[in-house]
Structures are given as C-alpha cells and as structure tokens.
C-alpha cells in the first residue's frame, strides 16, 4: 500500500489564481465567473460558481441603494459624520457578511481541497485570490536553492 503525501505551504509561498473584476455591467464591485483552467481537478465547477455568485450578490447587497441608506446618509451630515464613530453602515455591515462568507467557506470547502480563498477586502476589492496550498510558487523553490 503506498501513501500518498501532501506538503502543505504556507499561504505566502503557495501559487495563486487570481479571479478578477468584471466591470462590463458598470463599476459595482462584481467578480468574473470563468472557471480557471488551474483549478480543474481542484475543486468542483458548482463550488466555484456557488462562491463567486454569492460574493457578487452579497456585494451588490451592499450597493443596492433603498429607504434606509439614504436616510443614513441624511443622519451622517445632520450630525457632521460624528454618527459613524457609533454606529455601522449598511456597507460595512454587509463587508462583514462577506468576511464571515468567505471564512465558512474556506473551513467547509476551499481549505478541504488544499485552497484558500482570500477576502477580496485584503485586496482592495480588486480579485478574488485563491490560494493553492499544495503548490509552490512558481521561481521560489529555484531561488531558494541558489542562496
């Protein structure tokens, strides 16, 4: 019986894929959902797609303009702004949704295929980075060797 091993690197010297912005519907935060091709025979297609998707309607949750926002926005000037040092926007309450999304996620499945996914607030809402934990970096392990 052999046994198979997995090395698992830490999430600086891993390989990443990286799911960028889509702005063909305007400049709401919306990620792509093509399937990339690095992550065949990592992870199912409907994980992914059930992921992105959520991301962007919890994003677009959080854009969608209604009766209380504006009032919000009416509240933050009548009170010179002061009203954000005690409570939170409707924004920020939805930035934690997706914190607490993409963290479930990654213990119920990303992390279970040896990937990790990163809050797209890390990277200032520009990509969805996915990190493969059983790789290395592509150029890492060479100049580690020659030092």
């Known amino acids: ?17 990286f799911v960028q912005r889509d702005f063909s519907e305007g400049g709401g935060v919306r990620f792509g959902t093509r399937f990339p091709a690095e992550l065949e025979g990592k992870i199912d297609r409907p994980l992914f797609d059930y992921t992105i998707n959520t991301l962007n309607s919890l994003y677009a949750e959080a854009e969608k303009g209604s009766c209380s926002t504006y009032c919000e ?12 040092f005690c409570a939170e926007t409707h924004y920020e309450k939805c930035l934690k949704k997706v914190n607490r999304f993409v963290h479930e996620q990654n213990e119920q499945v990303w992390t279970k295929h040896g990937l990790l996914l990163t809050d797209p607030t890390e990277r200032g809402l520009r990509v969805v980075e996915i990190s493969l934990l059983t790789e290395p970096e592509p150029g890492k392990g060479e100049q580690l060797q020659s030092a």
């Open 73 to 84: 926005g009416c509240m933050a000037c009548l009170t010179a702004y002061i009203i954000y």
């Open 1 to 17: 019986m052999a046994q198979t091993q997995t090395t698992t690197l830490s999430q600086a010297n891993c390989r990443k894929v």
